[in-house]
């Protein structure tokens, strides 16, 4: 079990890494990019350029499964998914996608020897979609890589959903995350793979101290979730097992090893940010049972609460 969970918390976020700020008038930032789910490492942060912002080019490009070329002669980009072919060169706001000339907002640029470009116009041109929350902190890409629409559908009641549509639901239906008479305000990430949904669900300061104080009763971890969990599979289908982990999420500018050294970030505008998981629960579709978890500092897992749902 804890190799599982391990697996879903890199799934869902983990932290960003420090990295060298670059030498050019730009705005290095601590934007988490996020694509289908799993976080993009950068050697550089993502900057931003009169308002849009730039990642490093081939980690993204890998992600989204395009394939790329680097010219260093012409300072050229040619990047191809399927039958989508795209050129940028560093300097020119000028970018062409199959022959034809698309203008962007800002042109792609070199920093620290790294070739940054517009993450909104890569991913849309090869038909990904885009969304930013957490106050522009973090910026999900989704690639659409599901079933085609030439694809025969399969023979089920309901269809398969994707990462940002059970994202969408929840944060529209269980934006304030209630049990008994306590309410929290929350907003999820989620990853849907291999018959599995996975939510991460992540708690300010303030609401994370009343809840851990409630969870001191074993089973409230799994009234708090159960909702989500039965909704999901009444939703999208009853075969779908559906995994939630619990995060403290908030920045500080102090530093403190009080939630563990693992789950804190410095971040370039002094601060440090706390992201700590702290509760798992599982709701099995086949065994219709369910098990919640304490995870403490150093990722090990305590059983809390085990029932049939």
């Given at each position: 079990?804890?190799?599982?969970?391990?697996?879903?918390?890199?799934?869902?976020?983990?932290?960003?890494?420090?990295?060298?700020?670059?030498?050019?008038?730009?705005?290095?930032?601590?934007?988490?990019?996020?694509?289908?789910?799993?976080?993009?490492?950068?050697?550089?942060?993502?900057?931003?350029?009169?308002?849009?912002?730039l990642v490093q080019?081939?980690?993204?490009?890998?992600?989204?499964?395009?394939?790329?070329?680097?010219?260093?002669?012409?300072?050229?980009?040619?990047?191809?998914?399927?039958?989508?072919?795209?050129?940028?060169n560093v300097g020119s706001k000028?970018?062409?996608?199959?022959?034809?000339?698309?203008?962007?907002?800002?042109?792609?640029?070199?920093?620290?020897?790294?070739?940054?470009?517009?993450?909104?116009?890569?991913?849309?041109?090869?038909?990904?979609?885009?969304?930013?929350?957490?106050?522009?902190?973090?910026?999900?890409?989704?690639?659409?890589?599901?079933?085609?629409?030439?694809?025969?559908?399969?023979?089920?009641?309901?269809?398969?959903?994707?990462?940002?549509?059970?994202?969408?639901?929840?944060?529209?239906?269980?934006?304030?995350?209630?049990?008994?008479?306590?309410?929290?305000?929350?907003?999820?990430?989620?990853?849907?793979?291999?018959?599995?949904?996975?939510?991460?669900?992540?708690?300010?300061?303030?609401?994370?101290?009343?809840?851990?104080?409630?969870?001191?009763?074993?089973?409230?971890?799994?009234?708090?979730?159960?909702?989500?969990?039965?909704?999901?599979?009444?939703?999208?289908?009853?075969?779908?097992?559906?995994?939630?982990?619990?995060?403290?999420?908030?920045?500080?500018?102090?530093?403190?090893?009080?939630?563990?050294?693992?789950?804190?970030?410095?971040?370039?505008?002094?601060?440090?940010?706390?992201?700590?998981?702290?509760?798992?629960?599982?709701?099995?579709?086949?065994?219709?049972?369910?098990?919640?978890?304490?995870?403490?500092?150093?990722?090990?897992?305590?059983?809390?609460?085990?029932?049939?749902?």
């Amino acid at each position: 079990m804890k190799k599982k969970v391990a697996i879903i918390t890199t799934l869902l976020l983990t932290l960003i890494s420090p990295s060298v700020l670059p030498s050019v008038n730009a705005a290095p930032v601590s934007k988490q990019v996020v694509v289908d789910g799993q976080r993009v490492i950068f050697d550089l942060n993502p900057i931003i350029v009169d308002g849009t912002t730039l990642v490093q080019f081939t980690p993204v490009f890998k992600k989204l499964g395009i394939t790329s070329t680097w010219n260093q002669e012409k300072k050229q980009v040619v990047a191809t998914k399927g039958s989508t072919r795209i050129i940028l060169n560093v300097g020119s706001k000028t970018a062409y996608v199959n022959g034809s000339p698309v203008n962007l907002q800002v042109a792609p640029t070199v920093v620290a020897g790294k070739v940054f470009v517009p993450l909104r116009f890569i991913s849309e041109s090869t038909g990904a979609s885009l969304s930013i929350r957490n106050n522009g902190n973090v910026i999900e890409v989704f690639s659409g890589n599901g079933r085609s629409i030439s694809q025969p559908a399969a023979q089920t009641t309901k269809s398969a959903p994707t990462s940002v549509q059970v994202r969408n639901y929840l944060d529209q239906n269980y934006g304030a995350l209630g049990s008994g008479r306590d309410l929290y305000d929350v907003y999820y990430t989620s990853v849907v793979q291999n018959e599995t949904i996975l939510v991460g669900i992540f708690f300010d300061f303030d609401d994370y101290m009343i809840l851990m104080d409630n969870a001191l009763d074993d089973s409230y971890i799994y009234k708090l979730t159960k909702p989500i969990a039965k909704d999901l599979q009444a939703r999208y289908g009853s075969s779908y097992d559906v995994n939630l982990l619990l995060y403290l999420e908030f920045e500080s500018p102090f530093y403190t090893s009080t939630f563990g050294i693992d789950n804190i970030t410095p971040l370039s505008n002094g601060n440090y940010q706390i992201l700590k998981p702290s509760f798992y629960s599982a709701f099995s579709a086949d065994s219709g049972e369910a098990e919640s978890y304490f995870i403490d500092f150093e990722g090990e897992l305590y059983p809390m609460y085990y029932s049939a749902y």
